[in-house]
């Protein structure tokens, strides 16, 4: 099972990043979103689709349909900046799968 | 604070073995679906292996056969024994807590391991 994201996305301070990962019939599993700052371990942002983990801001949302699934970063600020991956647990081969990864860049 | 500790990594040559370590304190590492994952230099995250409850273990494709997931209960540990390694495993191990076979909640900081001659 693969997990396609976008290399980077672009975002102005303020603004709203979005950010995508292509996965056939997606909608059918739980997707999952870590953020990575750099020399930094992963940290969990979503879980379960839209569920946020105690401590990470309401601004970070998500949601998950068809092939897609996307993470949304509201009124984006500087410390947003960091990879983002997506991932899910493909139960046809007992693995847990990642994403691509996507470079945010807040400008 | 939930904490994991990875250790045990290093330089080793092709064909070498290593054996990574992931002390778990505030947790039972029984009681969860322990993993490890990596992350070779400016790539992305590579799930590596994964422990069930009951002990049932799991490998991704390009280390099975090559490498052992393991736990100690009595020492609270995690264990990953890599044995035939190779260039392309070079990378930043990190042990991770999972919930179910779902997502993963908790990360140790991570030990790096490099393959090379």
């Known amino acids: 099972y693969v997990l396609t994201q976008p290399p980077s996305v672009s975002v102005a301070p303020g603004k709203t990043a979005r950010i995508t990962c292509g996965g056939n019939?997606?909608?059918?599993?739980?997707v999952h979103w870590y953020q990575q700052k750099p020399g930094q371990a992963p940290v969990l942002v979503i879980f379960?689709?839209?569920d946020r983990p105690s401590g990470i801001p309401e601004r970070f949302s998500g949601s998950n349909s068809g092939n897609t699934a996307t993470l949304t970063i509201s009124r984006v600020e500087a410390g947003d900046e960091a990879d983002y991956y997506c991932q899910v647990w493909d139960s046809s081969s007992d693995h847990y799968v990642f994403g691509t990864g996507t470079t945010v860049t807040v400008l | 604070e939930v904490q994991l500790v990875e250790s045990g990594g290093g330089l080793v040559q092709p064909g070498g073995s290593l054996r990574l370590s992931c002390a778990v304190s505030?947790?039972?590492?029984?009681?969860?679906?322990m993993s490890w994952v990596r992350q070779a230099p400016g790539t992305g995250l590579d799930w590596v292996s994964v422990i069930y409850r009951g002990g049932d273990t799991y490998y991704a494709n390009s280390v099975k056969g090559r490498f052992t997931i393991s736990r100690d209960n009595s020492k609270n540990t995690l264990f990953l024994q890599m044995n035939s390694l190779r260039a392309e495993d070079t990378a930043v191990y990190y042990c991770?807590?999972?919930?179910?076979?779902?997502?993963?909640?908790?990360w140790g900081l991570g030990t790096m391991v490099a393959v090379s001659s």
């Open positions: 505030t947790f039972p590492v029984s009681d969860h679906y």
């Open positions: 991770a807590r999972g919930v179910t076979t779902s997502y993963m909640d908790v």
């Open positions: 019939n997606i909608g059918a599993k739980s």
């Open positions: 379960y689709d839209n």
